[in-house]
Each structure stands twice: as structure tokens, then as C-alpha cells.
């Protein structure tokens, strides 16, 4: 093992290459030359309600309420979310809109505190017996606290330390691999016996891991020299390795130290692994301790417009204005205003925003020391930037993926692996800011997934509402048909006693053959209705009319008036033939007399009319077994397995009944082929051409306006859900509406004229 490839340590622990990185100049010395300083109690602060990633907090004070420094004045809303706590006391003066410190420079909702001057503390829950906590409730004091990732993230911390799967390293984040910042370097030469005690408290509620490593850069000699000797006789292992920007990427200081990858689109956990930052580490111990949430943070502050550089300990929500005057900003010498790093950082155009829970950084930069960048040339296809790449991505294919707006081949080319550490813009001799195209990307992605995901949810509420209020009606036609069956049922047993009655002394009346001939007669004007009311029907929907839903349900009472008309006719046919074969009357009251009868008739029945029978009382028992397997399949019922089981039976038998009578009764002449399709639709046609001749103008354009209403709407829902899933045809569907919009405009003219 070489020097290079060894940890420079108390114990030896082997360093793995990672891809790619770049070197720029450090300008540390700038800040780190003197101690840690406090800054002033801000005159007033603003707290955003999101300070972190995930749901932004929720205010749970009011404006004119007294507040005390450390006072919880916004509650985390959901998991992955953080308390925001009063920075100082006071009284709130404002809960509005103010601009945040954002890249957008967009505003966001704020809690304004006045200070009065006095910092008068809430009662603090100190607990010196810390260590004999449970792991729930070291967890739970982290999440109170407010505790987020210091190291720029801003992710909750609680949320990592709730890793299900196991974990195997626990890393402590000291890098600070990026020019210009020093807040950790401070941090750690100031209080690394509290930084090592936070470090065991994170690995005891992780389960005390094997692997328990603070690692940074050889550019801290002092604080490396505080934390070995503060780690001394503990699990915790201080290591430092050779700078490489950007090695304090978390994904990238895994693999430093663990020679791990991170897989892409996964999360350190899935392989073994939580990183916190040095200043995660303090804050999680300060609070366990001493109870103390997350009020303030050790923040950089340098820059050459400055009369004095230095690291200082601000409180959050101090106005970035009153830090940069307590270090003798000269304001007509800042050229640029930076909150971060000079290479992940952005530009404040604003010097009112607050200072936040992950501001680590706030460069106040001369012309001479960042001069404006040069207008970016064109791509000459080098290929510095795949070199520089420590996630191994093809920034240059990327580049021209998000100036074309391809976002698909973006995300295949995995984007959302770059961790937005501007090493590709640093080499680029064109002075193409390629990052700058990587954010906006993932910012229209991000925004088209949470359209997607609105779209989605409004369709399956609607879907939703179709199935409700189709299962409704469903309901209420089966408790109608319920009705009517059981109407029928009881009409036919009262008929049928009176047959019996009538039958006792008399022959069967003559005019049964009257009755089943009328029967025939009402069945075949129930035919003819039943087909004209489908021909409607189906006229309706080829002409996309407004009285689609009437005429089915016209189609439908007339599909019900014709199944009425073929029972009755089946039942008289069926009496008719019983009281023919009945040889002598029988007694009304003598139940044994009639299924002899009865059965006498069947025996005499010819084999054909037994086929017959058994045809027709196998539909029939068919008929009621499917009404009653769609009610129970509306309703949801256990019985739909049984139900089917018997459905498929009756099938079976109802076919082999049809072979046997089919074999029997010869087969009936083929019928007369189907109408063409073409001959179909000149019939249509021609009916169509005959109502509206009978139509004066008014009432042809009322038509016309109603046809193209109706085509109009259904032309603008299409276009709608295209455009909510990015169709291909939105275009087509457009000029579509545009030009039933231009027919429709028309028609109403021509109608207003007529009216007048």
C-alpha cells in the first residue's frame, strides 16, 4: 500500500481513488486565520417555515405574540419535515411573505421577530444521563430540536437516523473540500470533545456500527490534531486524506473511505452507510445534552469587500445585511453576493434575506477577486468535463439533451446522479455553465412528475365518481326489475288459480286460442318498437346528439316491454297446450290430480315438443341465474364464486339441450344475409334526410348549434387530458377545437339572424 492510498492517522485505514474532481485555489486562509467569534443579537430575524428539505413547517404562533429565544413558533408538518424555533425573544411582529435565500430569489412564507433586547430562554430540558436514553427517545429529542443536515443538504436528521436496514459505517462529514469555507474547520478546533460525544450518541441510536470514521481533508491540521486527541480510548476512528474537490460529496466520500458506490438512484443506506456533518454531529450532542434546539450555526463570512474576515456563530434568521456590517462591508465594493461556496453556492441579489439552518457560507466578493464570466462559446467536444465528472456522468451529452428539452434521455443519462458540484463548468474552456442547465432541467422535470401526479389523481377522482354513480344506478335498476319480477310472479299464481278453479267443471274456454293469438299480435308490436327504438338509438350516437341518454333509457323500457310480451305469450302458450291435454277436469283442491295431469301432458308431448320444453325452462332457469350473479357481482358478494359455478352448469346443459333438439327438428332455412354496412348507413342517411326535411331552417340550425356544442365540449376534454399527459396530438386536438369553435361561432350567427 502506498502513502497516497494510506490514511494519515493513528491507525492506518486504506483511501480509495475516487473519479474524476479538480483543484481549485483554496483560498482558506482568508477565514480560518482567526478564532471563533459570536455575532451581535440581530435587532430582528426572519425564519422561513422551510429550512430543510421536505414539507416546510407550519406557524403555531400569532402576529402580536410574546416569544422566548428557543421556543418552538413553527411545528414540523409530516415525516420529513423540522421544528423551527424563535432565534431570539420578542414579540412577533409580521407572518408574511418574504424573499428567501434561493438560488430563484422567489418569497416564501416567514415568522418576523422583533427582539427586545433581554434573549430570555425557555426552560431547557438538560439531561446529564443522556447516554441511558432508549434510541426512540434520542431520536425523538433530535427531531424536537430541529436538527437538520449543517452541511448544506439540509435533510432531517431524525429521518436518517431511522434507517431500517443495518448499518455498517457511520461517517462524519469534516471535508469542507470547497474554496473559501472554513465553518467546520472552526467547529472542529473549537469543540471536538463535543463533536466526538455527538458522534457516539449518532452511532448508539444507529446500533453502534463496526465502522465509526471522521474523515477530512490534510488541509486541517489543527482540527485533526483536536479531534484524534478528543477520540482517544473511543470507537471513533479521525482519519485525513489527500483534498480533492469534490471528495466531501457524500456519495463520493463514502467511496473515499469505504470503497462503496453508492448505486445510482440509491441512498447511502443502501449499502450500509449514514454520513452526518461535524456540524449535524454537535448540534444532535447539544441537544441531547443540554436541550438546546437549533437556533444558530458557525457560518463563513469573507470576502475582499470586507474589513475583517472570519468564521462567527450567528443566529438563525439574522438579516444577512447587519452580518455583513458587523464585519465593515463596504457596499460599493461588492461585485458579488454569495451564499454557499464560490462553486455550489448562488448569487444573493438581496441582502435582507436571513441567514438559514444551512447557510455555511456568505462571500462578499470584489470585482478583481471574481471577476464576471465571459460569454460562454461553443462546444468544442474536449471532453474535460466527462474527466472532471465524480459521478462518472457525460456532462456534454447532458448539455445538449437539456438545451434540446429532452428530458427522457436526460433522466436515462441518469441526471439526478449529479450532485451539482460545478467541476464540469470549472474546466470547461468554452465557459459554458453547464450546471446551470442540469438545475433548470431537473426543475422542469420535478414540475411536470408533480403535474403528472395532479392529472392522475383528478382522473381517478372522476373515475371514481363514474363507478359510484354507476353502481347506484345499477342498484336502483335491480331493485326495480326486483319489483317487477315479483309482480309478475304473483300475477301468474293468481292466474294460474283461477285456471284451476275455472277448470273444475267445465271444459277449457274457447277463446284461449283468441288470447295466445293476441298475445302473438302485442309481442310483434313490441319487436317493432324495440327495433325503432334501437335504430334511434344507434342514429343518436353516430350523430353525437344530446339525447343519447334518452333514447337508451327509451331503448331500454322497450327492451323490458318486449321480455314481458315473450313471457306472457310463453305462459298462455304454455296453458293453452296443459288444458288441450287434460282429458277430464280435476278437482282445483287436489294437488296430486294436477302433476299427474301435468305430467300426463309432458308424456304425451311429441319428442320434439319435449326438446322444446326443456329449451325453453333452461333459459329460463339461465336467465334468472345470470340477473342473480350480476347483482351479487354489483353488491360485491361472497356468493359470486357459487353463482358462476352455477351460471356456467346451466350453460353447458342449456347447449346440450340445443344439440339434442337440433337433431331432432331439422334446421331452418339460413337466414337472408346482414344488410351491408354501406347500404346500413345510406338507410341512415336517407331517415336522417327525411326528419330534417320536415324541419324549418330555425330548427335545422338549433339542431346544428346543439351537434356542435356537444362535439365541441368532447373536442375541448380530449385536448385537456392530452395536454395533462404531454400528448403527442395536442397540436391536432387544438386545431381541431379551433375550428368547431369557428363551425359553432358561425352557426349561432346565422341562428340570431333568423331569430331576429
Known sequence: MTASNRAVSGQERQIF????????????????????????????????????????????????????????????????????????????????????????GMSGPCIVIESDG????????????????????????????????????????????????????????????EPYITADDLLMRTYPDEIIKGTLLLAKVLGNPADVVIGMEDNKPEAFAALQKAAQGTAVQVVRFPGQYPSGGEKQLIQRLTGKEVPSGGLPANVGCVVQNVGTAYAAYRAARFGEPLLSRVTTVVGE?????????????????????????????????????????FALN??????????????????QEMPPAPPAQACIRCGLCAEACPASLLPQQMYWYARAEEYEKLEAHNLFDCIECGACSYVCPSRIPLVQYYRSAKGEIRQQREDKIRADRSRQRFEFRQARLAKAEAEKEAKRLARQQAAAKAKAKQAEAATLTQAVAKPAPANDADQVAKLERALASAQTRFNTAQAKHQAALDENSERVDQLAAALKQAQLKLSEAQQKLQ???????????????????????????????????????KAQADVESLQKRLTKAQEKLQAAQAEGSDKVPAL???????????????????????????????????????????????????????????????????????????LAEAQANNADNQDALALGVSKLQDKLSQAQAELGALQE
Open 17 to 104: 481513488p475516487i473519479p474524476g474532481g479538480v483543484h481549485p485555489p483554496q483560498n482558506k486562509a482568508q477565514s480560518n486565520a482567526t478564532p471563533l467569534t459570536t455575532a451581535p443579537l440581530p435587532s430582528r430575524v426572519y425564519l422561513p417555515l422551510n429550512q430543510h428539505l421536505g414539507a416546510p413547517a407550519q406557524a403555531i404562533v400569532a402576529v402580536g405574540e410574546k416569544v422566548l429565544t428557543g421556543q418552538v413558533v413553527a411545528a414540523a408538518k409530516g415525516v420529513v419535515s423540522a421544528n423551527v424555533h424563535a432565534s431570539i425573544s420578542g414579540v412577533v411582529s409580521a407572518i408574511e411573505d418574504r424573499t428567501l435565500p434561493h438560488p430563484s
Open 118 to 177: 433581554a434573549d430570555t430562554w425557555v426552560d431547557l430540558p438538560e439531561n446529564p444521563q443522556y447516554e441511558a436514553l432508549a434510541t426512540a427517545d434520542l431520536i425523538d429529542i433530535v427531531r424536537q430540536a430541529g436538527v437538520v443536515g449543517l452541511g448544506g443538504a439540509g435533510f432531517p436528521t431524525a429521518v436518517k437516523l431511522g434507517a431500517k436496514s443495518p448499518i455498517e459505517h457511520l461517517i462524519i462529514n469534516g471535508t469542507e473540500c
Open 305 to 345: 469587500a470586507l474589513a475583517q474576515s472570519a468564521n462567527v456563530e450567528v443566529r438563525l434568521g439574522t438579516p444577512v445585511a447587519e452580518l455583513l456590517a458587523h464585519f465593515g462591508a463596504k457596499e460599493k465594493r461588492i461585485s458579488r453576493l454569495i451564499m454557499g461556496g464560490p462553486m455550489m453556492g
Open 350 to 367: 438581496n441582502v435582507d434575506v436571513p441567514v438559514v439552518k444551512t447557510t455555511n457560507c456568505i462571500i462578499a466578493a470584489t470585482q
Open 571 to 609: 305462459q298462455a302458450q304454455a296453458e293453452h297446450q296443459q288444458t288441450n291435454a287434460a282429458a277430464t277436469p280435476m278437482p282445483a283442491d287436489d294437488p296430486v290430480a294436477a302433476a299427474i295431469a301435468k305430467a300426463q301432458a309432458k308424456h304425451d308431448m311429441t319428442p320434439a315438443q
Open 644 to 718: 358462476q359455478m352455477g351460471v356456467d352448469k346451466l350453460s353447458a346443459k342449456l347447449e346440450q339441450a340445443q344439440r339434442d333438439l337440433a337433431q331432432i327438428v331439422p334446421e331452418p332455412p339460413a337466414a337472408p344475409p346482414a344488410q351491408d354496412p354501406a347500404q346500413a348507413a345510406i338507410e341512415r342517411a336517407k331517415a336522417k334526410a327525411q326528419a330534417a326535411a320536415s324541419m324549418s331552417p330555425q330548427e335545422k340550425l338549433a339542431n346544428q348549434v346543439t351537434s356542435l356544442q356537444t362535439r365541441l365540449a368532447k373536442a375541448q376534454a380530449k
